[in-house]
């Protein structure tokens, strides 16, 4: 985008969380996407391509997401409102999260002589 408007989106991000730790959240990935659309998508993938690692319990979650629960997700986000999306494998938790966002544009600075 080349005009200096702050422009909507949304900030997805992927943590994982050892449930027998007292140690927080590790985020593993983020992404900023431009459209409802690319922000579910994205969970979609990520959920797509965990599913055949987790046992079946998380498999079935991730699956009731992707077949279930996502139209809602995208309904929420058209909404301005954020998602979260947590499967739970043995003793790890994966949260996928979806933030609503500003993002705001950089200032363009020219060299001086």
Known sequence: MTDNQPRRGYWCECWTQDLNENAGPTLHASFD???????????????R???????????DEAWAWLYDDRIRTRRALLRAEPCTVT???????????????????????????
């Open 49 to 59: 391509t965990i599913s055949p690692a987790l046992d079946p319990n998380a498999s």
């Open 87 to 113: 499967i739970t494998q043995a003793d790890t938790r994966i949260t996928l999260t979806i933030r609503p966002v500003v993002y705001l544009p950089l200032t363009q600075h020219a060299a001086t002589p």
């Open 33 to 47: 996407a431009h459209s409802a659309a690319q922000a579910d998508r994205w969970v979609a993938i990520a959920l």
